[in-house]
């Protein structure tokens, strides 16, 4: 009988290595969450305009998303660890320019710069932990722990911004990064392997140009859409990012040494887990946006007790992730998918039930379940993706799948944000009393937020019915936006299920492997162990 190769499996210093790793995906995240607790203050001392505001704000993770898949090709070929490396030493040194910009304009140039990286970070940790852990099951728990390290970011992000912002100025909140990325480059050269495509070629600038313009323009569209509603500029920038990723898909076809090998789109399994992910971001960021805005302006939480009240959600992140490995071993990735797809549409339905005076619990009990049913989901498909490409383009893959997950992210706010802004305003409509003035109207159908400010300037009663208005609307908004999402859920849930069920569970592979090899070792008849 031919042995079949086993795969090695990780020993301490791997797992050191994957800690560290999870500290870059930790920071990654936390300057996508940290900053939105310092806009008051920076609005006070840098005096920006909205359009300026708006731009500090997106203007990271636009980048991110648009640099992704070039900085995932590139970490191929000059060798991840280094990328890893090179990228965290610029988000040191940018985060201390972002903490002391003199100007809206500085500041912006810094986030922009910041993205790009950011970017270096999550396809370079996740393409070394594809390296680092090859024994299936290993990587599993590998896998479920960087996913788990996102959620900790998110969750700590808020808090410690909001520690800092009691004591320091808003600058501070950049300079949580410089810990990390003192203790990310002290100890990955010990821990962490190199490794790099030995066949690559040269970067082609031009589709790394056409690759980042095409995901931000697209983004940038859906954005728009998302707070303004359609227009001819978000439709012209949607319809110029997709015909440039086009023209990319076209390009990579004739180049020598593609930037991506477009073939990897041809596999069955690579696409449905990349559709899954995608879309399972779609509803997790869609429904945390009513979320934060519930808590902090229908309930009247302060910024830092709705992060607080946001921690039981990501402890059940962290939970789930962690449960990926169990329910893998047995059990075909089609049913780990659909069943944590139909959890997440049971936790959706229950924020359905959320109302003006009694949603707390309902709210937080959904945000658990959707946290438990939806973090099972990103590690299992984020594994598929990547497993899916050859190990040389471990990179490009996971540049892919973060970048659909930004994609998804983005069309989450813009088509589930405008669904909920559209029956709110129809809502207020219908709730606001006759003598409200009209300019007052107008704030009031644009945000919560603003008809909270309209509110405050009017008269007590009156003010306060606006108030009562505006927060029935948005509860409205949030239980039929989040009955759409979980729609969205069980029918993503049933086509997962038509589409992977065919799909092998691999840890029992790797066992079948391991009982082929002893067998051809030990002879017939002995148990393998």
């Known amino acids: 009988m031919t042995a079949i190769e086993v795969p090695p499996r990780a020993g301490r210093r791997e797992w050191i290595g994957l800690a560290v790793l999870a500290l870059a995906c930790v920071l990654y995240v936390m300057d996508l969450t940290v900053l939105y607790l310092a806009v008051p203050a920076i609005s006070t001392d840098l005096r920006p305009t909205s359009a300026q505001l708006l731009w500090i704000i997106d203007i990271y993770g636009f980048f991110v998303a648009g640099s992704l898949i070039t900085m995932g090709t590139l970490g191929d070929r000059i060798g991840r660890r280094r990328l890893l490396l090179i990228g965290a030493t610029a988000f040191g040194l940018l985060s201390v320019l972002a903490a002391l910009s003199p100007t809206a304009e500085w500041l912006i140039v810094s986030r922009a710069l910041l993205g790009i990286a950011g970017a270096t970070l999550a396809p370079s940790t996740l393409s070394l932990?594809?390296?680092?852990?090859?024994?299936?099951?290993?990587?599993?728990?590998?896998?479920?722990?960087?996913?788990?390290?996102?959620?900790?970011?998110?969750?700590?992000?808020?808090?410690?911004?909001?520690?800092?912002?009691?004591?320091?100025?808003?600058?501070?909140?950049?300079?949580?990064?410089?810990?990390?990325?003192?203790?990310?480059?002290?100890?990955?050269?010990?821990?962490?392997?190199?490794?790099?495509?030995?066949?690559?070629?040269?970067?082609?600038?031009?589709?790394?140009?056409?690759?980042?313009?095409?995901?931000?323009?697209?983004?940038?569209?859906?954005?728009?859409?998302?707070?303004?509603?359609?227009?001819?500029?978000?439709?012209?920038?949607?319809?110029?990012?997709?015909?440039?990723?086009?023209?990319?898909?076209?390009?990579?076809?004739?180049?020598?040494?593609?930037?991506?090998?477009?073939?990897?789109?041809?596999?069955?399994?690579?696409?449905?887990?990349?559709?899954?992910?995608?879309?399972?971001?779609?509803?997790?960021?869609?429904?945390?946006?009513?979320?934060?805005?519930y808590l902090q302006l229908v309930i009247g939480l302060s910024p830092l007790e709705a992060g607080l009240w946001s921690l039981p959600s990501a402890v059940a992140f962290i939970i789930g992730s962690q449960l990926v490995p169990r329910l893998l071993y047995g059990v075909r990735p089609a049913y780990v998918v659909a069943g944590g797809l139909a959890l997440a549409s049971i936790g959706l339905g229950l924020l359905t039930q959320v109302g003006v005076t009694s949603g707390l619990v309902p709210l937080i009990a959904g945000s658990v379940i959707i946290s438990l049913g939806l973090a099972p989901v990103f590690g299992v498909t984020t594994e598929l993706i990547v497993g899916a490409a050859p190990p040389k383009q471990a990179g490009a893959a996971s540049g892919i799948s973060e970048t659909a997950a930004e994609l998804g992210g983005a069309l989450g706010i813009a088509i589930l944000g405008s669904v909920g802004l559209a029956i709110y305003r129809s809502e207020l409509a219908d709730r606001l009393p006759a003598a409200v003035p009209a300019e007052a109207v107008e704030a009031a159908r644009d945000t919560l937020g603003s008809a909270a400010a309209a509110a405050a300037q009017l008269p007590g009663d009156l003010g306060a019915a606006v108030l009562a208005a505006a927060r029935e609307a948005f509860v409205v908004g949030i239980q039929l936006s989040s009955a759409i999402a979980a729609g969205i859920g069980l029918a993503l849930a049933v086509l997962t299920l038509a589409v992977l069920h065919n799909q092998q569970p691999t840890a029992l592979e790797r066992d079948a492997a391991v009982a082929s090899t002893t067998a051809a070792h030990d002879g017939p008849g002995v148990p393998p162990g």
């Open 129 to 293: 932990i594809f390296h680092m852990f090859q024994d299936p099951r290993q990587r599993s728990v590998a896998v479920g722990f960087w996913i788990a390290s996102f959620s900790v970011g998110e969750a700590i992000g808020p808090l410690l911004g909001g520690v800092l912002l009691e004591h320091f100025w808003w600058g501070s909140v950049f300079l949580l990064a410089i810990p990390v990325i003192a203790a990310l480059l002290i100890v990955s050269p010990r821990v962490l392997p190199e490794y790099r495509d030995p066949d690559a070629g040269r970067l082609d600038l031009v589709s790394a140009a056409m690759s980042v313009v095409a995901v931000l323009a697209v983004i940038f569209g859906l954005k728009e859409i998302a707070q303004d509603g359609p227009s001819v500029i978000a439709a012209a920038a949607i319809a110029a990012g997709l015909a440039l990723a086009v023209g990319f898909v076209v390009r990579q076809r004739r180049l020598p040494d593609p930037m991506i090998d477009v073939g990897l789109f041809r596999l069955r399994v690579f696409n449905a887990a990349l559709a899954a992910n995608f879309l399972a971001i779609f509803i997790a960021v869609g429904y945390f946006l009513f979320v934060a805005q």
